[in-house]
Nanobody, 124 residues
Framework: QLQLVESGGGLVQPGGSLRLSCAAS????????IGWFRQAPGKELEGVSC????????NYVDAVKGRFTISRDITENTVYLQMNTLKPEDTAVYYC?????????????????WGQGTQVTVSS
């Protein structure tokens, strides 16, 4: 059965780093685009980063460009989101999602498989 499981969230001080993992089972990641989304309290779901099924197509929302890096390990069937220079405004629940499309997108309805989310809190 298809499952996406996020991990790696936690509490970190401003300027710190975290690496989120999205481990997939039941699907092969090179048949899917994977997106990272986040939702802060009282705010709408926001696309943060995504990687296309080829692995060479990546996108980032402007707010995280230069600070976050998405990557994947096909052998581990896992997608990672390295988050550096974290800011309080990065605080949110982070979700990974899978879509059977070639080029990744921040359009959430195109993703039909979602993980349960992992909390990231950036605070001093």
């Amino acid at each position: 059965q298809l499952q996406l499981v996020e991990s790696g969230g936690g509490l970190v001080q401003p300027g710190g780093s975290l690496r989120l993992s999205c481990a997939a089972s039941g699907i092969a990641l090179d048949y899917y685009s994977i997106g990272w989304f986040r939702q802060a309290p009282g705010k709408e779901l926001e696309g943060v980063s995504c990687i296309g099924l080829s692995g060479s197509d990546t996108n980032y929302v402007d707010a995280v460009k230069g600070r976050f890096t998405i990557s994947r390990d096909i052998t581990e069937n896992t997608v990672y989101l390295q988050m550096n220079t974290l800011k309080p405004e990065d605080t949110a629940v982070y979700y990974c999602a899978a879509a059977p499309i070639r080029l990744c997108t921040f359009s959430a309805p195109q993703y039909d498989k979602w993980g349960q989310g992992t909390q990231v809190t950036v605070s001093s």
